[in-house]
């Protein structure tokens, strides 16, 4: 995300620190898939502040949730929703969905250059 092309894009990361933000990537996606909580414990929340990481309004425990401009939008969906922490901290981002598909492409793009993880 930081070397993409597209300056709108990069100037979301540009307060960001890329060690720092390696670091979290890494440490969240290890234990959204099943892996030790290391991102959890470093930020020094429990493992429950995962049980209402967004997934589908439809099926989320949170479909009461009124849509509020404080809410992360749902990509599948178009509803809006998420776990309060979760939208604090990226309120200072333009979460919109053209910004959500890029970083989803960088997302793609690391997970296919990495040889230890099986394309299922």
């Known amino acids: 995300v930081y070397n993409d092309e597209e300056e709108w894009f990069r100037s979301i990361f540009a307060n960001s620190k890329k060690e720092e933000a390696i ?51 749902c990509f599948c969906c178009d509803a809006l929703a998420g776990d309060p922490a979760l939208i604090g901290r990226h309120r200072p981002f333009p979460v919109t969905h053209q910004a959500a598909e890029r970083w989803l492409h960088h997302m793609e793009k690391a997970l296919e250059s990495t040889p230890y993880i099986d394309a299922d």
């Open 23 to 73: 670091q979290n990537q890494y440490e969240f996606f290890v234990e959204r898939m099943g892996g030790p909580a290391l991102y959890s414990e470093r930020k020094g929340w429990g493992t429950s502040y995962f049980i209402y990481f967004h997934y589908c309004i439809l099926e989320s425990p949170l479909s009461g949730l009124a849509k509020a401009e404080s809410s992360i939008p």
